[in-house]
Nanobody, 115 residues
């Protein structure tokens, strides 16, 4: 099994930035991709960005050019740099890990964009 712990969320003004972190533990050698999803109140969870162990990335159209996903394999950590935040980015952000035995989720970290 894999355990994921997110951090870095908070309240930020429009146009601001945050850096979200997700630390993986457990059977980390089984992970072949990690990513960030988000869920706003009353909406379905949606993909934000993913990154493979090889470093290939994928982004939702709504965040391209503003968000950057990266990973530190030595520290089993994936980051999400979020810039130029908009009120529409307000959501709980979840880290996930895809492994050969299944998908795992963190507990989520709240990002609120408001003036």
């Amino acid at each position: 099994q894999v355990q994921l712990v997110e951090s870095g969320g908070g309240l930020v003004q429009p146009g601001g930035s945050l850096r979200l972190s997700c630390v993986a533990s457990g059977d980390v050698f089984s992970i072949y991709a990690m990513g960030w999803y988000r869920q706003a109140p009353g909406k379905q969870r949606e993909l934000v960005a993913t990154i493979t162990t090889g470093g290939s990335t994928n982004y939702a159209d709504s965040v391209k050019g503003r968000f950057t996903i990266s990973r530190d394999n030595a520290k089993n950590t994936v980051f999400l740099q979020v810039n130029s935040l908009k009120p529409a980015d307000t959501a709980v952000y979840y880290c996930n890990a895809d492994t050969w035995s299944g998908r795992y989720w963190g507990q989520g970290t709240q990002v609120t964009v408001s003036s």
